[in-house]
């Protein structure tokens, strides 16, 4: 063979293996786009997903958080009232306007057959006999009561609180 046609096979040789270089490089490159496309859209999707996690959550945060105002409002209403009433009633023993009493065994007070020998003349109730307490041990009756009231009431929010907390989990 001649030298030309050794140079002319060598540069045809030449010649494919660069335009197949060259298809094969932009199939890769096709490849490695269309990948780069799926990996975006992915990633795409994965940080939607969060976003939307993530809404959700503060949705029920939120709803949480307005739910423990409402129910801090009314606990403080309860306790206020509560507090009130057991001051009007400490301010009506305190001025005679109230009187505390405590009902007296029948049997033992009166005789063996339970019935009162006389009737008193000043008033028209006929059942048990009663004592009125000292003003200032129903003073002190009426604070005990108001503490366990108040009691009562912060363990209904608590509750409440523990409840609500645990259905929202």
Known sequence: MSPERWFGL??????????TWKVDAWR?????????HAHQTFLT???N????????????RLALEQWLAASDRAHYRALTD?????????????????????????INSVGC?????????GGVVHGARRAQLDPAHAQRIIGITGDGDQ???????????????????
């Open 82 to 106: 509560e507090q009130t009433k057991q001051a009007r009633l400490r301010d009506r023993l305190a001025t005679a306007d109230l009187r505390l009493s405590v009902q007296l065994d029948a």
């Open 49 to 60: 997903a969060n976003s939307s996690l993530i809404l959700a959550e503060q949705g029920k």
């Open 151 to 169: 009691g009562l009431i912060a363990l209904q929010a608590c509750q409440a609180y523990a409840s609500e907390v645990s259905n929202t989990k």
């Open 113 to 121: 057959d339970g019935v009162q020998a006389t009737t008193s003349s």
């Open 45 to 47: 999707d994965l940080a």
């Open 10 to 19: 060598a540069v045809l040789m030449a010649i494919a293996s660069v335009s």
């Open 28 to 36: 890769y490159g096709k490849q490695l786009a269309q990948q780069e």
